[in-house]
Structures are given as C-alpha cells and as structure tokens.
C-alpha cells in the first residue's frame, strides 16, 4: 500500500521560511514524477513545484518562482520544498502528490499559514 506523508507545516510570519517534507513508502520512489500542491480556503488546488526523475529538472508556479526550492532524496524516498521569504497568500494546505503516467498518489497534507 502506498503511503506519502507530509510534515513541516506550521505557523510562520511574512518573511520567514519553512522546509516541508514527503515520505514516501509502497512505491518505487525513484520512477515517480514528485509535486507539490497546495490549496488555499475556497481555491482550487495548484501545482506550486515538480521534480522529475531521474534527470531531477524542476518546474515552479510563477507565484512562488525564486522563493521555494523543490529537491529530492531518492535513497530516503523522501521530497522537500524549502520555502523562503514567506508571503500571507502563501497560506494553504500543502500536498505531495507521486505520480506516473498511469497512477497519481496523494497525502493528507500539511497545514501552512503565514501571519503576523
């Protein structure tokens, strides 16, 4: 079965930074495509970074482009976002989500706000 746990989340102020984490377990980690999503109250859930394998190439939202980092550790079957500089809007419910061409998986999430 598999399993992706987030966890990292918490209550940061504008300006501070925070490094959520994904463990992954039940799964090849190293074939997966790893996303992070987040979604904020009455939003749709976006895309904010991918990381694909083996190459590792990134893509980022363009709202959080230059501020979060998305990496991976294959040996820990684990994915990162560092997320820098903080901003109130980036206050939402974060997800990890593995995916391949023919399966998608998803954790429970992790809470992030940012406030004063």
């Known amino acids: 079965q598999v399993h992706l746990v987030e966890s990292g989340g918490g209550l940061v102020q504008p300006g501070g930074s925070l490094r959520l984490s994904c463990a992954a377990s039940?799964?090849?980690?190293?074939?997966?495509?790893m996303n992070w999503y987040r979604q904020a109250p009455g939003k749709e859930r976006e895309l904010v970074a991918a990381?694909?394998?083996?190459?590792?190439?990134?893509v980022y939202a363009d709202s959080v482009k230059g501020r979060f980092i998305i990496s991976r550790d294959n040996a820990k079957n684990t994915v990162y976002l560092q997320m820098n500089s903080l901003k109130p809007e980036d206050t939402a419910v974060y997800y990890c989500n593995g995916k391949l061409s023919w399966a998608s998986y998803w954790g429970q999430g992790t809470q992030v706000t940012v406030s004063s």
């Open positions: 039940g799964l090849t980690f190293s074939r997966y495509t």
């Open positions: 990381i694909s394998n083996p190459v590792g190439s990134t």
